[in-house]
């Protein structure tokens, strides 16, 4: 079995880029995160985050997906928002081994959603998308991720250059241990923070669409015996092995909260 990106580490991490929220606007709500609906109104196997991601929205993720059994799926409707809560929140669906879910047309939401501009995952977005154990999506955004223009200010020639670095090493070493290949860090730092870079559909399906790097090994083989002997479908198999894995995980992270409390 692959070594998990877990909580400790994922919290550790991401705290390199905690440490440069140094001004957040209070007026921000932050993403609304809850129980994912069809598009109908019927309710799905998991929760929907969808809007700005926000400080705060680590823990309504957390109150949820810990407490609520069966929910395995994050559906993503997100143009971006914080990155150091984005990057706690995808250290947490790594560690719950959540599927995830993103558009897969801008104009066809799968899930019921509040505005359909929030439509898409762009931007801190990504970062939840690649922390699936399972991931589907087509509609995927990134950009070099930087502080805004005024904060930079406020901190100075020196400290904006230090800055700069902690976002470039928490983002890339983030990336490494989701299993991107390097490339897509390469491109964000290549790229303008203030322009959108659109994955192609060909990208997506041969580097951040199924299983994520490492991970194929927790179906293969127990897969291949129980096809052989009955004949099942290997997804069938792949699903129940996950949900197994997903409630074990969850009961850990749970153990590990009511530790530190």
């Known amino acids: 079995m692959p070594g998990a990106f877990s909580m400790r580490h994922s ?3 991401a705290s390199a880029v905690l440490v440069l929220n140094l001004v957040i606007a209070t007026a921000v709500e932050g993403a609304d995160i809850r129980p994912a609906q069809s598009v109908a109104g019927s309710p799905l196997p998991g929760v929907t985050i969808e809007g700005t991601i926000a400080p705060g929205d ?26 150091s809560e984005a990057l706690r929140m995808g250290g947490l669906i790594r560690q719950l081994a959540l599927e995830v879910r993103a558009p897969l047309d801008r104009s066809r939401p799968l899930v019921r959603l509040r505005d359909t501009e929030n439509n898409t995952c762009a ?12 991931r589907q999506g087509s509609v995927l955004g990134i950009h ?32 490494e ?16 923070s203030s322009e959108m870079i659109w994955l192609t559909p060909e990208d997506i399906a041969r580097d951040l669409t199924g299983v994520a790097a490492g991970y194929e090994v927790w179906f293969q083989a127990p897969c291949r015996t129980q096809v052989a002997q009955s ?13 197994e894995m997903q409630e074990e995980r969850r009961q850990r992270t749970r153990e590990h909260f ?3 409390n």
């Open 231 to 243: 004949g099942g479908a290997d997804l069938d198999c792949a699903s129940q092995i996950l949900a």
């Open 258 to 260: 009511r530790g530190r």
């Open 144 to 175: 070099k991720p930087s502080l805004p223009a005024d904060e930079y200010f406020s901190l100075g020639i020196d400290g904006s250059v230090a800055a700069h670095r902690r976002i470039q090493e928490a983002t890339t070493d983030y990336l």
């Open 177 to 192: 241990h989701m299993g991107v290949p390097a490339r897509y860090a390469a491109m964000m730092m290549a790229a303008n």
């Open 123 to 134: 931007s801190a977005c990504f970062f939840l998308y690649v922390a699936g154990v399972r």
């Open 11 to 13: 919290l550790r991490r």
């Open 58 to 83: 680590f823990a309504k993720l957390a109150s949820l997906v810990l407490d609520a059994r069966g929910t395995s799926v994050v559906w993503l409707a997100s143009p971006g928002g914080n990155l």
